[in-house]
Every structure is written in structure tokens, then in C-alpha cells.
């Protein structure tokens, strides 16, 4: 399995622009989570799916974040629009249960100037 | 609430001695407790993780951790450190819903030779 996949890898934009994250976690897995890693506030978990339905969103900063989970192979998260604060590593994780092991991707390193 | 406290943001260690990076947590009821490490650059991978039964978890690379609930702890351990083990350590806690995930600030870990 190539675990869990996490595009760009990168991503430069300025302040006021869209910012889309996506993940594909791995095939079987039911539940999904998106965190964010900033060296000010460490990891925290913005939103986690089960089954595709947002099971908690309460970590999601304010209205400009949004995720998606059309199918259970693909998740997006969105930042409309982004400021310079967003700036953090972004890591998504699938698990194939609520609590079982979280597999982690290798996260999206995103900068907003 | 919930929450997760390491108190050591930062340990050195020379290689080959033991280790014990501390972790407690605050919840209601019995917690779902995990260890994970990351690596450089990396995501975040699990150690081990506690649910009930014995005490004592045995997890990969040779770590273990102990559950104490008289203490509110679940300590990682390793007996002989490697110089491969330099890394961020991050206790984590789930209420036994699964609904809620909190990750502690991270410890890390520094081995000289």
C-alpha cells in the first residue's frame, strides 16, 4: 500500500488567495483526520470524518477552513481566504476506525505571505 | 476537557543510556492513551498505544510505557537509547467514543554519543 497521500507537498501562495489540501488515505481505512502543526501551538487536530461524515470539526480555526470528504478515498481542505497565520505543516491521517492507529502522510508544508 | 501535558519540552540523552519522557492526561473516565514519534521532516508514526488490560504496553523499536491512573500518567520508556531515536515524541489521548483526539505539545529528543 503506498499509505497515506498527501498533495502538494508544498505550497507558496499570498495572503488572500485559495488554498486547497488534498489526501487520499489509505484503501479500507474509515476514518480520516486533518491536523495542523505549527511550532507555536504544536499538533492540532482541525477535523476528523468517520465514514465520510464530519464527526468533529470543533479544531477547524474560523469560517475561512473547510473539508470535505466526497468519497472515502479523497478528502479536501480548504482556506478561503488564507492569511499569513495559516502558515503550518498540514497533515492528514486515516485510520480503519475511529481509534485505531492513525497512518500518517508525510504532510503539506504551506507558507502565505 | 480533555488534555495531554509533556512536561519536558526538550531532553538530552547520551546514547546507549535509558529514557523516560512523561506524559498525563486529564479525563473523566479511562483513556484511550498513544505514543508517536516523528521524525525529521516526517509525519507522525505510532509507538504504542493503550485500551485496557495490562498496565505495561510493549510497543516497536523497543519502547514501552506504563498506564498509572493513581498518577494520571503514561510515561514512554526505553531502556538503551540509539542514536536513531532522536526525534519528537507526542502523547496523545482519545475519549473512548472516539470522538475527541488530543495530541500533547511533544518532547524532544536529543542523543549525543
Known amino acids: 500500500d503506498a499509505g497515506v497521500i498527501q498533495s502538494p507537498r508544498h505550497e507558496v501562495t499570498e495572503m488572500g488567495q485559495e488554498v486547497t489540501l488534498r489526501c487520499k488515505p489509505i484503501s479500507g481505512h474509515n476514518s480520516l483526520f486533518w491536523y495542523r502543526q505549527t511550532m507555536m501551538r504544536g499538533l492540532e487536530l482541525l477535523i476528523y470524518f468517520n465514514n465520510n461524515v464530519p464527526i468533529d470539526d470543533s479544531g477547524m480555526p474560523e469560517d475561512r477552513f473547510s473539508a470535505k470528504m466526497p468519497n472515502a478515498s479523497f478528502s479536501t481542505l480548504k482556506i478561503q481566504p488564507s492569511e499569513p497565520r495559516d502558515s503550518a505543516v498540514y497533515f492528514c491521517?486515516?485510520?480503519?476506525?475511529?481509534?485505531?492507529?492513525?497512518?500518517f502522510g508525510p504532510g503539506t508544508r504551506l507558507l502565505v505571505l | 476537557a480533555q488534555s495531554v501535558t509533556q512536561p519536558d519540552i526538550h531532553i538530552t540523552v547520551s546514547e546507549g543510556a535509558s529514557l523516560e519522557l512523561r506524559c498525563n492526561y486529564s479525563y473523566g473516565a479511562t483513556p484511550y492513551l498513544f505514543w508517536y514519534v516523528q521524525s525529521p521532516g516526517q509525519g507522525l508514526q505510532l509507538l504504542l498505544k493503550?485500551?485496557?488490560?495490562?498496565?505495561l504496553v510493549q510497543g516497536i523499536k523497543g519502547f514501552e510505557a506504563e498506564f498509572k491512573r493513581s498518577q494520571s500518567s503514561f510515561n514512554l520508556r526505553k531502556p538503551s537509547v540509539h542514536w536513531s531515536d532522536a526525534a519528537e515524541y507526542f502523547c496523545a489521548v482519545a475519549s473512548n467514543t472516539g470522538n475527541q483526539f488530543y495530541f500533547g505539545t511533544g518532547t524532544s529528543l536529543t542523543v549525543i554519543p
Open positions: 493503550y485500551f485496557s488490560g495490562d498496565t
Open positions: 491521517a486515516s485510520s480503519l476506525r475511529a481509534l485505531g492507529t492513525q497512518y
